[in-house]
């Protein structure tokens, strides 16, 4: 796996998908299958959202690929760019 295909965010939550929601229920036609999609979306971008905030403000980034946290603690250098991504967070295990 390369280090581009080891980071990804989940994708945005489609506008679309969202307004087509609202318009179901207010035909009283609630479509449950679209609800189950626009809440498993959203639930994935509100999950990123923190792992970001935790690793600002602690400095303990999550391995995307396992989901433990890195053994190195995540640092900003003086250009405001970071260690974070280098590597693998445990040698060996993936």
Known sequence: MTGQDKFHWAKRVSRRDIQRLYESDAQGVLDEELLDQVH??????VSDMFDVREAQQTGRVKCR????YA???LRYNARGGTNAGRGECHPGKH
């Open 65 to 68: 690929e396992c989901g433990e």
């Open 40 to 45: 498993f979306a959203i639930h994935a971008r």
């Open 71 to 73: 053994r190195e603690p």
